[in-house]
């Protein structure tokens, strides 16, 4: 599988998921999680999962 198609694939599955649409503690939860680490958001950590998960990774090492 190439770059782009991996990229499509992990943007469709993402735009699925409405992080409105959680519960106020789970949003809070995310919320302190996004203030504790600055640049790695819930996001982003998110989309590296999906990425591990679609690539068959063994480890995120």
Wanted: glycine fraction near 2%; aromatic fraction near 14%; charge should be positive.
């Amino acid at each position: 599988m190439d770059k782009y198609k991996t990229k499509m694939t992990i943007n469709k599955w993402f735009s699925y998921i409405s992080l409105e649409k959680l519960s106020e503690t789970s949003r809070q939860v995310i919320g302190q999680f996004n203030r504790y680490s600055k640049k790695l958001t819930f996001k982003k950590v998110l989309k590296l999962f999906l990425y591990a998960i679609n690539d068959e990774t063994d480890s995120l090492r």
